[in-house]
């Protein structure tokens, strides 16, 4: 079975491309077939892994084109599905569609023997091609960088997640959690806002946090993924938790744990 997991927010910087392309690095070592699917304009997914941005969802969704032809690799056992300024004209296109609320879910699923996973990158707003992305994924990650005004992207997506039943035949994506990025356990300001965090949404829909981590940014300048740059980074592996001592069994966070929790949700629906 594919899946296919929806990292949104609609707050920009978040770091929804930065957890996209680590999670499918993961799985693709892991030995998945991994699609990543950049819906944000910006195109940054395909620079994250040191190629070109390009017109790959217009061809897509414009033009109709198979998804096994539009999806370049970028690694063994990784492709992506390129986006640059083109992503405009997707838009007006999905906006004029007939039942457009599943446009992208059926063009996924007619290649979706071909992934055993699918990341749906979105965009920094709740336009129709993050609708689109939520309705086609059964699984979501939110992203939320730990400022004052994380909790409303946060609860903006919420609220979109609970609405989507109003589409017939529409079923919301389960939610993996919310992850707190840029995360400085040293900060009170950070610590505040991550309690706060888990008032708001309950602490069991919060993830590991991902630690700040200039490696993050060095990576993505070099086109590679965390595993690649630096795999026993915080931002990879977490920091100690309850100890000074550095070893595997004691670390919290990083995108290594999220990628373990991931999997084992994914491992549970066959």
Known sequence: ?????AICNQKGGVGKTTTAINLAGFFAQDGKRVLVLDLDAQGHVAPGFGLQKGNGLYRLM??????INVAIPARERLWVVTNDHTCELVKEHVKQANFREYLLSNLLEEAA?????ILLDTPPST???????????????????????????????????????????????????VLPTLYD???????????????????ERVLPPI?????????SSHGQTLWEYAPACPAAVG???????????????GYLHLA??????????K
């Open 62 to 67: 414009v033009g109709e084109e198979p998804l």
């Open 127 to 177: 336009d129709v091609l993050h609708i689109l992305a939520l309705v086609a994924a059964n699984f979501a990650i939110i992203p939320a960088n730990l400022d004052y005004l994380a909790l409303d992207g946060v609860n903006y997506v919420l609220k979109t997640l609970r609405s989507l039943g109003r589409y017939p035949g529409v079923t919301a994506p389960a939610l993996i959690g």
């Open 239 to 253: 920091f100690p938790n309850g100890s000074r001592q550095k070893n595997s069994r004691n670390l919290v966070g």
């Open 185 to 203: 356990r040293v900060t009170r300001e950070t610590i505040a806002n991550a309690t706060l965090l888990q008032q708001a949404v309950g602490a």
């Open 1 to 5: 079975m594919t899946h296919f997991i």
């Open 113 to 117: 023997d071909h992934f055993d996973l």
């Open 211 to 219: 630690p700040r981590d200039t490696k993050v940014r060095e990576a």
């Open 260 to 269: 373990e929790i991931a999997a084992g949700l994914l491992n549970t629906v």
